[in-house]
């Protein structure tokens, strides 16, 4: 039986053991009006599961023998949540400590799934702050207050009725699972994005890592536009025109800084090289995706 008066944060974990301890005591360390509960779905080779059970015996832990990937883990939690609010957040990710409230705050404005803002866990590092403009321009705490058509799962707030309404989150792909379930959101539902809820993402720090996971998300934003024929489907059809893309996302990425977070321009001044090596991974995947869906 749902309970209205419980929030469910659900959280995949594959292979968490560098910052699941950041994590999850930013949860069970919440400034808290209303009930909650966490429930970390891992299908871990490291030590997570076993940090989970010492550190934190009051979270429920359901540990799967196969790797799980993110969309299939969050549907596990979700058949375990109790909670009529469901919470999102990733194992990098640090909730601030008023996460929770303005999780409540949020859904209670009419809409039935939100989004909050992602701010940078990692400003020490070029490569790290590199990788929080590429992955989060869209996401930055100075962007409006807005309904928009996505929103990023590390930071992500459904009614649980609207989440069985809606299927769930594909469990076969490894990235992009998020940008399919908002898709089908939004074409019955409206999705807020709001300042007020605030996550830190850990990012990656190391340059191999990085590039993987930019040309990563390139190839399967070709194979999702393609799938549900999006905007941006045009690129896919013409490979002349993906020659294009790397452009375009610069072009998209520095007007969202310049405009509404002028604080971050000296680090994206600073990591310029960087962020352009990301957006021709990005823009190399997508290519490579888009010859794989022909």
Same mark, same amino acid.
């Given at each position: 039986? =749902?309970?209205?008066?419980?929030?469910?944060?659900? %959280?995949?974990?594959?292979?968490?053991?560098?910052?699941? *301890?950041?994590?999850?005591t930013s949860l069970t360390s919440q400034k808290a009006d209303i009930e909650y509960e966490i429930i970390v779905v891992d299908s871990s080779k490291d030590e997570t599961p076993k940090i989970v059970r010492e550190k934190f015996p009051s979270i429920k832990l359901i540990h799967l023998d196969k790797q799980a990937l993110p969309g299939a883990g969050r549907n596990f939690g979700?058949?375990?949540? !109790?909670?009529? %609010?469901?919470?999102?957040i990733d194992s990098d990710c640090i909730a601030h400590s008023n996460w929770i409230n303005?999780?409540?705050k949020g859904?209670?404005?009419?809409?039935? %799934? =939100?989004?909050?803002?992602?701010?940078?866990? *990692?400003p020490y590092s070029f490569i790290g702050i590199a990788d929080y403009i590429l992955t989060f321009n $869209?996401?930055?705490?100075?962007?409006?207050?807005? $309904?928009? *058509?996505?929103?990023? *799962?590390?930071?992500?707030?459904?009614?649980?009725?609207?989440? $069985?309404?809606?299927?769930?989150?594909?469990p076969d792909w490894a990235a992009g699972e998020d940008f399919l379930f908002c898709y089908k959101a939004s074409q019955k539902y409206?999705?807020?994005?709001?300042?007020?809820?605030? =996550?830190?993402? %850990?990012?990656?720090?190391?340059? !191999?890592?990085?590039?993987?996971?930019h040309y990563s998300f390139g190839q399967h934003g070709a194979m999702t536009r393609k799938k549900l024929k999006l905007p941006g489907t045009i690129f896919t059809k013409h490979l002349l025109l993906a020659l294009l893309i790397p452009f375009v996302r610069f072009l998209r990425i520095s007007w969202r800084i310049v405009r509404w977070n002028k604080k971050l321009l000296p680090q994206f001044i600073f990591t310029f090289p960087l962020v352009i090596i990301g957006i021709n991974a990005w823009s190399f995947g997508?290519?490579?995706?888009?010859? !794989?869906i022909r």
């Open positions: 039986m =749902v309970n209205k008066s419980l929030v469910s944060i659900v %959280i995949p974990s594959y292979n968490s053991e560098r910052f699941i *301890t950041r994590c999850l979700v058949r375990e949540a !109790k909670g009529d %609010i469901l919470a999102f303005s999780v409540v859904i209670n404005q009419g809409y039935s %799934i =939100v989004g909050g803002a992602i701010k940078n866990a *990692t $869209e996401f930055l705490p100075g962007m409006p207050k807005r $309904e928009v *058509t996505f929103l990023p *799962t590390c930071n992500f707030i459904c009614r649980k009725n609207v989440f $069985e309404d809606i299927g769930g989150f594909p409206k999705l807020l994005f709001t300042q007020s809820v605030i =996550v830190s993402h %850990i990012n990656r720090e190391h340059f !191999k890592k990085f590039l993987i996971h997508f290519i490579r995706g888009c010859a !794989k």
